[in-house]
Each structure stands twice: as structure tokens, then as C-alpha cells.
């Protein structure tokens, strides 16, 4: 049989695939064999667009970044930028929870996402913050994140919303006493 004309899928339909595969069915229902099947494709027709899994849940992780509002890192003071895009992003792994496993299990790699972080790494290094607590101070943020998401996901408790509020403005408060700590007082 020929090849047809027009391709039949794409990479972002492949992922848009996944994703609607991983919210009905959980993480575990990824597999090539169950995208290709809801593409109504073979398997190995997904290699022409995508090298494996590790790529599709690096472009899972594409997706939820598209869907978060990194212009709140343009903010100012820096505590009002991180606040916004750590609920932005709350909001958008909260829309797929059952995604969040998968994207836990392995390094981030893809550019977009790596260029998402150097947006609020510059916001950090502009407030005055060093060097070395760059990456704890996001990894902070996201550990906050990441559980919040999970306890929404597993239906544990009513007041998520509410925990997560109290939690992000304790950390932010902390970190800001933190950076004053190290002799830069700045906050704008």
C-alpha cells in the first residue's frame, strides 16, 4: 500500500494523543501501541515523529508549559512574579494531574521548557538572589507545586486550593527574608 499524500499525523497530534490518553487512563496508559491505536495508526508510524517515549513526555511537558502564563515573570517585585507563575503553573499540571507522575520520572530537556526556566532564573538573578540558590529556589517553588497537584489529584483534601495559598505565600515570605539574609535587600 502507498504512503498517502498528505500525513495522516503530526508530532502535536501524537502528543495531544498522549495527553488525552494520560487524563482518561492514567500515566500508565502511555504507550505507543495506545496512541497510534487512538490515531487509528500502526505503531511505528509514530517514528516518523517522535523517537519514543521518552520524547513523548517531553513533549507532555511542552504542553502544560505552553498552557502557563510565563509573561507573570515580566512582573515586578520578583515575590509577585514567582507567586503568578507558580500558580500559573499549578493551574496548568492541575488541569492533567495524571501527568505529573510521568514528568517526575525523568529530566527536563526540551528547549522550550529550559528557556521557561531561564525566565524566572533571570527574574531571581535581577532580585539579586546568588548564583547557587537559583536552582534550589525554583526546585523549592515546584516541590510545592508538584504536591499540591498530586494531593488534588488523589482527591486528599477538600481545602487544596486553600493549602497550596497558605504555602506559597509562607515560601515566599521565607525566601524573601532569605535574600535579605544574604546582604541584598532588594525586592523590586
Known amino acids: 500500500m502507498a504512503r498517502p499524500k498528505q500525513a495522516l499525523i503530526s508530532r502535536d497530534g501524537i502528543l495531544r494523543a498522549a495527553l488525552r490518553l494520560v487524563d482518561e487512563h492514567g500515566p500508565d496508559a502511555l504507550s505507543t501501541n495506545r496512541i497510534a491505536a ?6 511505528p508510524s509514530l517514528y516518523n515523529h517522535v523517537s519514543g517515549r521518552d520524547e513523548i513526555i517531553e513533549g507532555l511537558r511542552e504542553l502544560l508549559t ?6 507573570a515573570a515580566d512582573l515586578r517585585p520578583w515575590t ?12 496548568s499540571f492541575a488541569a492533567h494531574p495524571h501527568v505529573v507522575p ?11 521548557v529550559l528557556a521557561a526556566y531561564d525566565k524566572v532564573f533571570a527574574v531571581l538573578r535581577e532580585a539579586g538572589w546568588p548564583e547557587d540558590d537559583l536552582v534550589p529556589v ?3 517553588i515546584e516541590y510545592l507545586v508538584i504536591g499540591s497537584v498530586h494531593d488534588q489529584a488523589t ?8 493549602a497550596f495559598d497558605i504555602g506559597l505565600s509562607a515560601l ?10 544574604h546582604g541584598d535587600a532588594r525586592t523590586s
Do not use: F, N
Open 155 to 162: 482527591g486528599l483534601p477538600d481545602d487544596a486550593e486553600r
Open 66 to 71: 505552553a498552557d502557563m502564563d510565563l509573561a
Open 138 to 140: 525554583v526546585r523549592a
Open 102 to 112: 510521568l514528568l517526575t520520572a525523568q529530566p527536563v530537556r526540551s528547549p522550550t
Open 38 to 43: 487512538e490515531l487509528g495508526v500502526k505503531g
Open 172 to 181: 515566599i515570605d521565607g525566601l524573601e527574608r532569605r535574600l535579605a539574609g
Open 80 to 91: 509577585l512574579a514567582c507567586d503568578r507563575v507558580a500558580r500559573s503553573y499549578r493551574a
